[in-house]
T-cell receptor, first 114, second 111 residues
Framework: KAGVTQTPRYLIKTRGQQVTLSCSPISGHRSVSWYQQTPGQGLQFLFEYFSETQRNKGNFPGRFSGRQFSNSRSEMNVSTLELGDSALYLC?????????????FGDGTRLSIL | GDSVTQMEGPVTLSEEAFLTINCTYTATGYPSLFWYVQYPGEGLQLLLKATKADDKGSNKGFEATYRKETTSFHLEKGSVQVSDSAVYFCALSDTSNQFYFGTGTSLTVIP
């Protein structure tokens, strides 16, 4: 069974640009969450989608947005990139929202801002 | 709000030593608790979970018991191997399905 797939694995951008990251969840999983991981802040929750609807949102500026498609694939977009956006962005999927549902993570997209 | 506090690292142990990584949580209600492991260059992998008080999660020789009275979920392993070197994250999921992660504890096991 294929795991969570994130593309691309690595990305280099410059300040002011925008970027779109993609996540394909495990087959049958309908809930997708996004996290930002940095050495200083650890893992921070960005947002969660289920059935194409955003259910939860973390404390990030409006430059960070996402969406989910009918096949459960998800994308996140960051506009007007800043140096501080350099991070590992992780996507996680689960069967459905539910507090006892474990999340299954992809290997992440490493975003570097120059 | 909900939060997870995890033992600061890094932790360095010799092979076959006993491992404990402390984790305490703050939550309203009855969260589910998880341990995840992250190897270099990879995402997080679920190691074990417990969904109610006194549950013991176990996997690959690792164990953790959900202690509601002390709001703790400490990770233990009786005999670590070099291959256990990784970063370990304690996490909770509350009833709104939002996950909260600890800051991670880096473990290095030396032969």
């Amino acid at each position: 069974k294929a795991g969570v797939t994130q593309t691309p694995r690595y990305l280099i951008k410059t300040r002011g640009q925008q970027v779109t990251l993609s996540c394909s969840p495990i087959s049958g999983h309908r809930s997708v969450s996004w996290y930002q991981q940095t050495p200083g802040q650890g893992l921070q929750f960005l947002f969660e989608y289920f059935s194409e609807t955003q259910r939860n949102k973390g404390n990030f500026p409006g430059r960070f947005s996402g969406r989910q498609f009918s096949n459960s694939r998800s994308e996140m977009n960051v506009s007007t990139l800043e140096l501080g956006d350099s991070a590992l962005y992780l996507c996680a999927s689960s069967l459905a929202p539910g507090y006892n549902q474990p999340q299954h993570f992809g290997d992440g997209t490493r975003l570097s801002i120059l | 709000g909900d939060s997870v506090t995890q033992m600061e690292g890094p932790v360095t142990l010799s092979e076959e030593a006993f491992l404990t990584i402390n984790c305490t949580y703050t939550a309203t209600g009855y969260p589910s608790l998880f341990w995840y492991v992250q190897y270099p260059g990879e995402g997080l992998q679920l190691l074990l979970k417990a969904t109610k008080a006194d549950d013991k999660g176990s996997n690959k020789g690792f164990e953790a018991t959900y202690r509601k009275e002390t709001t703790s979920f400490h990770l233990e392993k009786g005999s670590v191997q070099v291959s256990d070197s990784a970063v370990y994250f304690c996490a909770l999921s509350d009833t709104s399905n939002q996950f909260y992660f600890g800051t991670g504890t880096s473990l290095t096991v030396i032969p």
